[in-house]
């Protein structure tokens, strides 16, 4: 059985990028039922996705700098490994915490998004880069699209613990997938392990890396708040069984495969911050104006669905850019970067799903879990405007 040497294929990379979304989301909808086959409050069990999120940002600042050193492929294939090790652990787990030790080992996917980035930005410039990641995340948005309603519909008609023997099945899968195809692209390895880590400060000194991480971890930030919250403020709302709170979640994945088409129509045209800065105010316009809906009146599931869509078309055009841009501040640090960024975005992210877990509750839910969106929002929109600045008074990238 031979093993590829060339770059993998776009489809690869989708697929594997895809997964690793799905592990986060497709067993949302049956979280209060998992609270009460585990005899548990709802806050422990929230754990599963403010925890997979904490340990995936550790995860990130030493698979960025790992793959660097040693390739990428190694290191994705060794966390495709552990997610599917994992994930069979998480179908059988018999009490909470076993349960949730497995799940924060189900975090090694988090090497396939990390590593896709990187893949992509070894093989093509940033307005490139950013067209390209626009459709492969347009493309891949289909599988957490799809999550919730699976994720639902697998608790209904069979058990939530289903969820997780798919999980494995696709863990297996990507890594047979990874072993036939996926080729190394990082050309240039650097010397040491320990010198990859001192490039870190390199990055931070950068203006620029920190206007675009910034900007992607609060645009992160909105759809983690939304995660942690909606199960608990939808469903106690407007009364919705796991089959219609799972299509209302995946309705908002809708609007990242719409954000991101539009990204890659346009991103080899634009400047990445002015993208970034119409993805933001996209998203902050939508939230409020289903804040005022709702407050006049117009209280009901369409009209929150339809609002918190924004969130998702808001970060399918910042996404790609953002991400583009905070590895092409140094090229040759491309695998740090894209770990030291993503971890800001989903140790943001866990941060705030555990504070929507702790405030949101059955009588506030849905007015403390809009006031959150929006205002992360704002915050997300001035890393933006930030990074437009910076690009007028400096036109070129920054040196140093």
Known sequence: ???????????????????????????????????????????????????????????????????????????????????????????????????????????????????????????????????????????????????????GLLEQFLHWRASFALYAVFGIGLVVLGWLDVGETNQHPSATFAAQFKSYPELLQSRRFWGYSLCTAFSVGTFFIFLGGAPLAASAAFDLSPAWLGVGMGCTTAGFFLGNFVSGQI???????????????????????????????????????????????????????????????RPRLAGSASGLSGAMQVGGGAALTVLSGALISEGNGIAILMAMLIFCSLLGLVAALYVLRIDRQSPLPEAA
């Open 1 to 151: 059985m031979s093993v590829r040497r060339s770059p993998p294929r776009v489809i690869t990379l989708i697929l594997m990028a895809a997964v690793s979304l799905l592990s986060l989301n497709m067993f949302l909808p049956s979280l209060a039922q998992m609270a009460v086959d585990f005899d548990t409050s709802y806050a422990i069990v929230n754990i599963s996705v403010a925890g997979y999120l904490a340990v995936s940002a550790l995860l990130q600042l030493v698979m960025g700098p790992l793959s660097d050193r040693y390739g990428r492929r190694p290191v994705l294939l060794v966390g495709l490994g552990v997610f599917a090790i994992a994930s069979v652990g998480c179908l059988f787990a018999e009490n909470i915490w076993i349960f949730l030790l497995f799940r924060m080992l189900q975090a090694g996917v988090v090497s396939a998004s990390v590593l896709s980035r990187a893949i992509i930005s070894d093989m093509y410039d940033k307005q490139q880069a950013a067209s390209l990641m626009g459709y492969v995340a347009m493309i891949m948005a289909v599988a957490p699209m799809m999550g919730p309603m699976v994720g």
């Open 267 to 329: 991103a080899a045209r634009l400047q990445l911050s002015s993208l970034m800065t119409i993805g933001r105010l996209l998203t902050l316009a939508g939230l409020c104006v289903g804040a005022a809906l709702m407050a006049g009146g117009l209280f009901h599931p369409v009209t929150f669905f339809a609002s918190v869509v924004f969130v998702g078309i808001g970060n399918g055009l910042t996404l790609p850019a953002g991400n583009a841009g905070a590895m092409s501040v």
